[in-house]
Structures are given as structure tokens and as C-alpha cells.
């Protein structure tokens, strides 16, 4: 039997990698905004299909994280 110390723990980690993935996916998808919306940031990347491409990327893989997190650890 586990104790409530243990118990505690887990919970907390379990809702700390949750918050930080949900975390990173608000921090991505505001960068997409900001790109579609205001493409002055663009002037050192050139491409910005290329960055949105590569911000919608990191967006997927958090999400993916995330739903491994709600499914096997919630």
C-alpha cells in the first residue's frame, strides 16, 4: 500500500507535466497567431509558411504529450 506522502507526490507531478504541456501549447498557438497576424516578426526567418509549419509541429507533439499524460497517468 502506498503512502498518502507517495499518493501526494504523484498527483502533483501528474498535474505539473499537465500545466506545462498545456503550458506550451497556449506559448505555440499565440506564435502562430502572431505570425498569421503580424508578419514584421518574420524578417530574419524569411520563410513563414516554414515557421508556422514549424510552431503547428511543436504545438502537435505537446498535445501529444498531453493526452499520454490524461490517459495513463490521470
Do not use: P
Amino acid at each position: 500500500m502506498k503512502h498518502r506522502k507517495d499518493i501526494d507526490m504523484r498527483d502533483r507531478i501528474v498535474e505539473a507535466l499537465r500545466v506545462n504541456f498545456e503550458g506550451q501549447i497556449e506559448k505555440h498557438l499565440i506564435n502562430v497567431e502572431n505570425l498569421v497576424e503580424n508578419r514584421v516578426g518574420i524578417g530574419e526567418h524569411g520563410d513563414i509558411m516554414d515557421e508556422i509549419e514549424n510552431e503547428i509541429c511543436k504545438i502537435a507533439d505537446y498535445k501529444d504529450k498531453l493526452e499520454i499524460v490524461e490517459e495513463y497517468l490521470s
